[in-house]
T-cell receptor, first 116, second 114 residues
């Protein structure tokens, strides 16, 4: 596809349930980033991948959050035992690689997660 | 600690008017600065990138400035349109790799009214 895609676009779940969010990066982009954006707040870094490896997981807020990337392409962000404070928009971005600070990150439309 | 601060937090202007958004940063060693536009319900889209040696760069009605000495940048919007209503995010990159390179501002929410 032409851009970064994410699915689902909206997800409503009950507290305590697990959710999986998917990101399809731009073809050929080796770096992939996950961010969280709470209502009216700035972007909060969660994790990034260079290829299938995640050199920096320090942004994950708790051990309920995990992410994986397979085949250097699709990534899934999993939140276990969701809590109401997990409600936010989860944005994914990709770039050519993470080795240059000039590489633009292209963002997907986000997944709006609501935990009831 | 690397930080990016934006002002104002929100702004309301009338269609056709100009406005200027501010970004102050403490990121070292500095590499570049981007302004992103984020429409409601969409991901951010890059408007412009500025490197250390650039003072001004334009993209249509958007003009960004950079003063690397005072570590300030501004985004000037000329003859605003309703479609300019969005959040504008300042992102500063350090000469580093990976996610550590980027520091995000919290954004300025602009509303253009008819």
């Amino acid at each position: 596809g032409a851009g970064v895609s994410q699915s689902p676009s909206n997800k409503v779940t009950e507290k305590g349930k697990d959710v999986e969010l998917r990101c399809d990066p731009i073809s050929g982009h080796t770096a992939l980033y996950w961010y969280r954006q709470s209502l009216g707040q700035g972007l909060e870094f969660l994790i990034y991948f260079q290829g299938n490896s995640a050199p920096d997981k320090s942004g994950l807020p708790s051990d309920r959050f995990s992410a994986e990337r397979t085949g250097g392409s699709v990534s899934t962000l999993t939140i276990q035992r969701t809590q109401q404070e997990d409600s936010a928009v989860y944005l994914c971005a990709s770039s050519l690689d993470s080795g240059s600070s000039y590489n633009e990150q292209f963002f997907g439309p986000g997944t709006r997660l609501t935990v009831l | 600690k690397n930080q990016v601060e934006q002002s104002p937090q929100s702004l309301i202007i009338l269609e056709g008017k100009n406005c200027t958004l501010q970004c102050n940063y403490t990121v070292s060693p500095f590499s570049n600065l981007r302004w992103y536009k984020q429409d409601t319900g969409r991901g951010p889209v890059s408007l412009t990138i500025m490197t250390f040696s650039e003072n001004t760069k334009s993209n249509g009605r958007y003009t960004a400035t950079l003063d690397a000495d005072t570590k300030q940048s501004s985004l000037h919007i000329t003859a605003s349109q309703l479609s300019d209503s969005a959040s504008y995010i300042c992102v500063v990159s350090a000469r580093d790799t990976g996610r550590r390179a980027l520091t995000f501002g919290s954004g300025t929410r602009l509303q253009v009214q008819p």
